[in-house]
């Protein structure tokens, strides 16, 4: 007896000794909740309410378009079980029967016309209404509980891969007319997953929701940690404190590639990281200015001493991986003497100071320091400020900012989802065009990019548009994307997305 005794105090010292050590990693804890490290907080759990990518990764879990993305960016059913073009301009959808929100409530086609007036609607100024104003919203027609036509202005090319985009998810009306204001942090889609409990600025988690039409998930939990610093997140990947770890930084990738219990995965993203300039704030509001610092900055240095095997130099306006893609717009390599001359016409022969706006991460301090360095050339004097993500995002929505660094993902695969966001005047601000920029004739070229039924024109029309926004150094194209995302060994069943929003209903834990 005396032994047995001992054994079993042996036993559970032992055990203790090795969760207190990390020994024991959260599978051995709890093996059907998988936990995943997001680079930032959610904005808002309402898909139309933000623009950005952290908010619309955890938002993806939780509700449906009626059509989605492949992981080879091809389109698929989801809410909608098939479709029908009408004419050149109207697209008949059938939608899947039997679908529950996560309130209980049947889905049906007021949901889907709610959503899409909700998201249109001015007044409600939702960050990603662009995404569906194509869309005839006045003359939207439910055909019966399970039919609904939607035409479109103009015909459309790409309305498929914008009804797959974060921003035109179906919201439940009746959850959205129970909550209001609140909505946000009382979601209620149909998704995989559903919200269990948001302590914001800390993590997200979600519960399995049993009724989920395509059948539930693998795991009861799928918990969203915020982990803004990359190291961190690496640390986290390899103790246990997450399974999935988005944005593995250059200085990281060899320690979890290496790693007997992570497997990384590098893939080429859909994203273009750039440097952006407020046109409405002196000095940048003069072309020559912005040249001037085109001309000064040596682009493949600063891809190589910052992004190195995670991105390829940028060489135009959008990603080189967007079939629309100008590989004879951006047309600056270095030459200091031609940037001192503009400098000089512009009345800055001496210099000027400037402030280089970015939000905490490692990765864009780098790049503020190495810029930082190269633009010293010119006798320009920066300083480096760092905001929270939130923070940094509604101050370059509201035109705060002279320098900032950002990175657009064009999730859809289309460049009209590339281009109009960022370059069309009617989207100045938090919609996408954080430099406040405006050309009539670039507005009119993605206008027509728009409507344009041939692809071969649509291309065209692109194209010049590229070239103009070369012409006038909208923003400083830097590098094209390659995105790292390290996972545990127990995960089964994960995939990459080149949109970056990986989806975790299939994903499971040995």
């Known amino acids: 007896m005396k032994n ?21 990693t959260i599978e051995a804890q709890n093996p059907k909740q998988l936990i995943v490290s997001n680079f930032a907080d959610a904005n808002s759990l309402d898909p139309q309410m933000v623009s950005d990518t952290a908010s619309f990764w955890i938002q993806n879990q939780m509700y449906e378009g009626l059509v989605r993305r492949t992981p080879d960016m ?21 939608l899947r029967q039997g679908v529950k929100f996560h309130n209980g409530d049947e889905f049906t086609a007021e949901d889907v ?5 909700r998201l249109l609607d001015p007044e409600f100024g939702s960050p ?47 959850g959205v007319e129970e909550h209001g204001d609140a909505f946000g942090e009382n979601p209620v889609g149909t998704g995989p997953f559903k919200l269990n409990n948001w ?47 988005r944005g ?3 200085v990281d990738l060899d320690r979890v590639d290496n790693h007997p219990n992570l497997v990384l995965h590098l893939y080429e993203a859909l ?32 891809v190589q001493a910052v992004y190195g095997p995670l991105g390829g130099p940028a060489s135009g306006y959008i990603n080189s991986n967007i079939w629309a893609f100008n590989p004879d717009t951006y047309l600056y390599p270095r030459d200091l003497d031609q940037a001192k001359e503009l400098m000089a016409e512009a009345g800055y022969a001496d210099g000027f100071s400037t402030k280089i706006a970015i939000n905490d991460d490692a990765t864009r301090r780098a790049l503020a320091e190495v810029v930082s360095y190269q633009l010293e050339q010119l006798n320009i004097d920066t300083s480096i400020e760092v905001y929270e993500w939130g923070a940094y995002l509604d101050m370059t929505g509201r035109g705060d900012h002279e320098i900032y660094m950002l990175a657009w993902l064009a999730s859809t695969g289309d460049p009209h989802h590339a281009m109009h966001p960022l370059f069309h005047s009617a989207n100045k601000g938090s919609a996408g065009n954080r430099q406040f ?74």
Not at 113 to 117: A, E, H, I, N, V
Not at 448 to 454: A, H, N, Q, R
């Open 248 to 250: 593995i930084e250059r």
């Open 199 to 245: 302590r914001q600025g800390d993590q997200v988690v979600l519960d399995r929701f049993d009724d989920y039409w395509g059948g539930p998930a693998q795991v009861d939990q799928l918990v969203f940690r915020a982990i803004p610093e990359g190291t961190s997140r690496t640390i986290e990947l390899e103790t246990g404190g997450v399974h999935v770890s």
């Open 74 to 94: 091809g389109v698929e059913p989801a809410l909608a079980e098939d479709w029908e073009f009408i004419d050149d301009r109207t697209v008949e959808f059938y």
């Open 113 to 117: 016309l709610f959503s899409y007036q």
């Open 128 to 174: 990603g209404a662009s995404r569906l104003a194509m869309v005839d919203i006045d003359n939207v027609e439910i055909v019966d509980d399970y039919t609904i036509r939607i035409p479109t202005k103009e015909p459309f090319a790409a309305i498929l891969t914008y009804l797959a985009h974060s921003a035109s998810m179906i919201v439940s009306k009746s």
């Open 271 to 302: 994203r273009i990281n750039y440097m952006g300039f407020n046109h409405e704030a002196e000095p940048f509001n003069d072309v020559r200015v912005r040249q001037a610092i085109a001309y000064a900055l040596d682009h493949h240095e600063i």
């Open 4 to 24: 047995a005794r001992f054994t079993i105090l042996t036993t559970l010292l032992i055990v203790g000794l090795l969760f207190g050590t990390g020994i024991f």
């Open 437 to 510: 920029y405006d050309n009539p004739k670039v507005d009119e070229l993605l206008e027509k990019g728009m409507v344009e039924t041939d692809m071969d024109q649509r291309m065209a029309f692109y194209q010049e548009a590229q070239q103009i926004l070369s012409d006038d150094v909208v923003w400083i194209p830097l590098a094209d994307d390659r995105e790292a995302v390290g996972v545990h060994s127990s995960v089964t069943n994960f995939v990459p997305c080149p949109s970056g929003y990986h989806m975790f209903h299939n994903v499971g834990l040995e």
